[in-house]
């Protein structure tokens, strides 16, 4: 009778503590959660390797598993659904990473890692826009793997955890020095250095493919979702919104003396890629004409200072009915002009943001480095921008000489604002001109609009998004020209 007392109570126990750890891991792994580090150290780890951590919780026959990599100092960290498989359910938990450059500048990030088993993957390097930091990119981490993408995910200078810009390098920016958009560029490449060298990513493998062959390609991959085309490992660079400045920088600022040689020809073994995902003209320094009448949020003198941030991220996240779209190509005609847009309404009905909780605000927008980066709206700046984009796209000599592999796939919404709309328009334009011109040298780019998506795809339809995004990468050749 004692033992079986005996024999009840253990396992009476083993099901108490099953069923408790049931519970804390289930409200740990959901999804989007931003569980602590000490909800985290209440799992028991399996094992631990090189700073990963394995946990797991057995209950009626089912095994729930998850890894984590722990980084000291992580602010917080996002779980995201990695594979999911009987009878395995298998979750991966992103912190924010740190590193230090050579001249004690930090940039904070999040790494998917690399894709379970796979040699071969294409790792994403993503810079957000202005006002909008890293966080709101974090759900592209759970659709990565599927794709054989790794996403990284920078927060940039000024934002959440890393090193704000000082007073003379805002000085600089204020008086257009190319000085520092060629500093700010050779500090993306020194992380990419860095990144290479410590996760030891797969090099840039490439055959190029004619069009039509890309065509069917692209036509196949979209119906069987299989992964094909002429690309393998490497790195693509991403921008949005602002943040596509540092891109332009990157590919506009030749034979950057900040830049080695040394490093030149590593970046050049890995970068296959630059995108642009929804830049505003205003990253292209363009000029407006001046009939323009489009509603512009920081120069509306109704909106208080302290709201400027709130009317800005609702105008910005609306979704658009320009008049001059065409449903037949899904796309906005290179024939428009910035009276055929919708650009008079200070928001629409429909807003991205609006679902965002109150704590999704707080993590995922930041004034006080909106405020810095307005300054790129001066004229100075702009002259600035205007010179490192021409030479990025159209400029012979460093087109054919600096980083000349390194196509750029432009991503832009049909429904996104009018200062994204119009700089997609105006560059088209621009691009198509140049192209027809019989001495001239371009870069190449791709342009793709994406029908009925907004300046937050990658949050309202993140998976479609980023199917887009691998898409391009593989195959260069996602052109809708109207």
């Keep these: 009778m004692e033992k079986n007392n005996i024999a009840w109570d253990l396992s009476s126990l083993l099901f108490f503590l099953s069923l408790t750890t049931l519970v804390c891991f289930h409200k740990y792994i959901q999804p989007f959660d931003t569980p602590t580090a000490k909800e985290i150290m209440n799992l028991t780890p399996n094992r631990s390797t090189g700073g990963t951590e394995s946990f797991s919780a057995v209950t009626s026959g089912r095994k729930l598993h998850a890894e984590a990599t722990v980084h000291s100092g992580a602010d917080y960290m996002i779980p995201i659904p990695v594979e999911a498989w009987n009878p395995y359910i298998r979750f991966a938990v992103i912190s924010i990473q740190t590193y230090t450059l050579s001249e004690g500048i930090k940039f904070s990030f999040t790494d998917s890692g690399a894709p379970p088993n796979a040699v071969n993957y294409v790792t994403v390097l993503f810079l ?33 955890g890393s090193t704000p810009y000082s007073p003379e390098e805002l000085e600089e920016l204020e008086q257009g020095s190319v000085v520092f958009w060629e500093r700010l560029s050779a500090q993306i490449a020194e992380f990419l250095e860095i990144f290479i060298m410590r996760e030891k990513i797969p090099k840039l493998t490439r055959r190029k493919l004619p069009f039509s062959q890309d065509r069917l390609q692209l036509q196949s991959m979209r119906a069987s979702s299989e992964s094909v085309g002429g690309r393998s490992g490497g790195v693509a660079i991403f921008g949005w919104s602002a943040g596509c400045s540092t891109v332009l920088s990157f590919l506009g600022a030749s034979h950057n003396p900040m830049i080695s ?43 208080a200072p302290e709201d400027i941030p709130r009317a800005v991220s609702e105008w910005v996240s609306s979704y658009y009915d320009h008049p001059c779209y065409d449903p037949i190509s899904g796309s906005l005609p290179v024939t428009a002009t910035i009276h055929d847009l919708d650009g008079t309404r200070t928001k629409s009905d429909e807003i991205t943001i609006s679902s965002w909780t109150d704590e999704e605000l707080v993590k995922g927008i930041e004034g006080v480095p909106a405020k810095n980066e307005m300054l790129a709206f001066q004229p100075p700046v702009q002259n600035t ?11 012979q000599t460093n087109v054919t000489t600096w980083f000349p592999d390194v196509d750029v796939l432009y991503l832009g919404g049909t429904r996104s604002n009018w200062m994204c709309a119009w700089g997609e328009i105006e560059t088209k334009k621009r691009y198509l001109q140049a192209r027809s011109r019989k001495d001239s040298h371009v870069r190449e780019v791709q342009f793709f609009d994406m029908d009925g998506l907004n300046h937050l795809a990658h949050w309202d339809q993140t998976q479609e998004f980023l199917q887009v995004v691998a898409e391009g990468i593989q195959l260069h050749c996602l052109g809708r020209w109207s």
């Design 385 to 395: 921008l205007h010179l490192l984009s021409d030479r990025a796209f159209f400029d």
């Design 261 to 303: 040689q040394e490093s030149y020809k590593l970046l050049e073994e890995y970068i296959g890629n630059c995108i642009l995902y929804d830049p505003t003209y205003l990253c292209f320094g363009y000029t407006l004409p001046s009939d323009n009448r489009n509603y512009i949020p920081w120069a509306d003198p109704t909106v």
């Design 128 to 160: 957000h826009g202005g006002m909008f930091n890293a966080y709101q990119f974090h759900k592209i981490h759970s659709h990565a793997h599927s794709l054989n993408l790794r996403t990284v995910i920078l927060h940039r200078r000024d934002y959440e």
